[in-house]
């Protein structure tokens, strides 16, 4: 298994990494939700700038990154744009989702980037990923399902095929035998086909037993709401460190 490693986190090696959101819609609002959560013991940061009030104007999202980068280093950074079609926040083109994660991989200032599985251009993107020597994670969203095991296999394998550092899917339960689907398929992808860290959830308040026990199951890293959260059933960050380093010393 590889490990992912950004300076002193390493991704797929011990207690798994907790993620923490940053909602904004303005820098005045990020740099407020930064000052609150760099009191928290967490692992990495993910920029969802999706809610930037100004993402469409490229120029103020690099100045805003450049802020960002600047007030959180050494923390990693993780950069997400999430489409509509996965739950974010805006309708954007395509083609100006594939700009826009190329144009941030260019500025050296991500270390993490999140590209959707789905997405007509990434190809193309995780072509200019390789160029620009930047952790690729590599999602999908289910808001309405849990798909069946077979299916969760297949997207995490095809995102490893397509050369993802880190593949992750997100699933909704409509049930518990859905959280049960998605552990199962969690700890068969880890054990059979990963040959790198993967990441796995199932969301709502149904789903919260698997943002707890993904190292019994193979999910290197989880998502903990800081200021706000970013899915269904993310536990507060400060918690959530709390009893993932709890249950890894048992």
């Known amino acids: 298994m590889q490990i ?23 820098l005045k609002e990020l740099l407020f939700e930064i000052k609150t ?13 999706d809610l930037l009030e100004d993402i469409e104007d490229l120029t103020k999202v690099k100045q805003t990154l450049s802020v960002l980068r600047e007030e959180l280093y050494p923390i990693p950074l993780l950069f997400t744009f999430r489409t509509h079609r996965e739950g974010g926040n ?8 594939e700009t826009l994660l190329v144009e941030v991989m260019k500025t050296k200032e991500i ?13 193309e993107i995780m072509e200019s990923a390789k160029e620009n020597d930047v952790v690729i994670i590599m999602s999908n969203h289910d808001f309405d399902k849990t798909p069946a095991k077979e299916e969760i296999i297949w997207r995490l394998k095809r995102m490893q095929e397509l050369g993802a550092h880190i593949p992750k899917i997100a699933v909704m339960p409509n049930n518990p035998s859905d959280v049960l689907t998605l552990l199962d398929a969690t700890y068969t992808m880890q054990s059979v086909y990963a040959d ?8 709502a308040a149904t789903g919260a037993i698997s943002r707890l026990a993904g190292e019994i199951f193979g999910s290197v890293a989880t998502f903990g709401a800081g200021v706000s959260s970013s899915a269904p059933g ?5 918690d959530l460190k709390y009893i993932l380093e709890l249950l890894h010393t048992k």
Do not use: C
């Open 90 to 97: 805006k309708t954007i083109e395509d083609s100006y989702y």
């Open 111 to 123: 270390d993490l980037l999140d590209v959707e599985l789905f997405s007509p251009k990434v190809m």
């Open 4 to 26: 992912v490693s950004i300076r002193d986190v390493h991704i797929g090696k011990g207690v798994p990494k907790v993620i923490v959101p940053l909602m904004g819609t303005t």
């Open 37 to 49: 959560i760099k009191r928290l013991n967490l692992d990495i940061v993910e920029w969802r700038a």
């Open 196 to 203: 790198r860290p993967i990441i796995t959830m199932s969301m």
């Open 234 to 238: 993310q536990i507060p960050a400060s």
